[in-house]
């Protein structure tokens, strides 16, 4: 077994020969790092990542809100409004699949910061869009940097989480998405009133200032160092972990194990291996993609067409966004003692009853519950879904496989906005949309319940053998 002395690293003098002369406990890097409890460093990079990831769902829900306004202005169709929603659908499919390729070939961190400035800048440049077409295109770009950013940040948090605590980790990552979605709330119920709906896309490009402090505070990934032969700064990083968390720090280090340095190639996520775990993953994120982007990012226009006021209406969404954040919490506490499959199928089929009470109306309080509970239910599925994807696939190609189980799921993203736009149009068309969400998510549940993989507990070298 290789031993490599860490004075050997710095001095560049590393050889096959190295023999282990210190009797102290030596541990290779991956071991050390999942060995490592939970401790600041972990409380922190999940802060840092899910600031980014609510920013991303900022500038995602403000043109849900700012669309009401916008297609009253420019007296849009409703086939218009399903464009825009789309088209920033199909950005982010693209985005997930290039963003993810090159964050296994180049790294996490990399592409994390520079998908945030990519979206954040995009978002003011709507603002001063001046017609459909132009506004058409800055959603384009809006929606490639958000799909870039998402399977990099979740990656990135994945390769670090304690195997115990990842699932909780992930969901708790994903509940930054509720977040950013309050934000665009109240920056809709408060700004856009008062201000117009071109304020709320110039507050959406903010978060392009992050980005300095995300390039000095989030540290590349130490799987993908080490998997890239980057011993010296994998071993660095691991050990301030260790010191954060109170652990004696070794000073020799035995070399990981590593994946054969193939080329990266779309048929790896489909060999022998993966190709059942790519099947459902693909099923699974077409399916909660659709349901979402459908629903709720026509939500304040299908509420304004049943004929609450646009301030109401805004007020309504705000409360069912802000059930979203204990859908979250309770699935960060299930994900990891009954298991992804279970938490996961559970939250689908409750989100797909809830749908369909939803769809059938009555008065505002039934609307407000319904609409509550499938917010509830809804996100805390999308929570699991980010912890259960990474999982599936190893460190060679995870984001990859992540990335490309995003573009899938943005297809259905695309096709959602679209065809609400054409069925709302019809006397029964409210009942019928939910009607359809509702057999969709039913639909994947059973999916993910007779074919999905459970990984409980495991470390991700474990899930990816």
Known sequence: MLVIKLEQLYNGSIDNT??????????????????????????????????GWMFDAMDTGIIAFVLPTLAKAWGLTSAQVGYIGSIGLVGMALGAILAGTLADRFGRKWLFAATLVIYSVSTGLCSLAWNFESLLVFRFLV???????????????????PPAARGKFIVLLESFWGVGWLAAALIAYLIIPHYGWKSAFLIGALPALYVFHVWQAVPES???????????????????????????????????????????????????????????????????????????????????GQGYTVLKTFEYVLIMTLAQLPGYFTAAYLVDRIGRKTTLASFLALSAGSAYFFGQGGDAQTVLLWGSLMSFFNLGAWGVVYTYTPELYPTRIRALGSGWAAAVGRIGGILAPTVVGYMITGVQGFTQVFMMFTGVMLAVAIIVGLFGEETKGKSLDELSR
């Open 143 to 161: 929606g490639f940097g958000l799909g870039g950013q998402l399977p990099v940040a979740v990656t990135l948090v994945s390769e670090y989480s």
């Open 18 to 51: 190295g023999v282990k002369t210190d009797v102290g406990v030596i541990m290779d890097i991956i071991s050390r790092l999942e060995k490592i409890p939970v401790s600041r460093f972990h409380y922190k990079l999940l802060w840092i990542t899910g600031l």
């Open 222 to 304: 130490v799987r993908y160092l080490a998997n890239k032969g980057r011993l010296e700064e994998a071993h660095a990083i691991v050990s301030r972990m260790e010191q954060s968390a109170g652990i004696a720090t070794t000073q020799e280090l035995i070399a990981p194990p590593r994946e054969t340095q193939t080329a990266i190639a779309f048929t790896d996520i489909w060999s022998p291996q993966y190709a059942r775990r790519t099947l459902v993953l693909w099923l699974l994120w077409f399916g909660i993609v659709y349901s979402y982007y459908g629903i709720f990012t026509w939500l304040p226009s299908l509420m304004v």
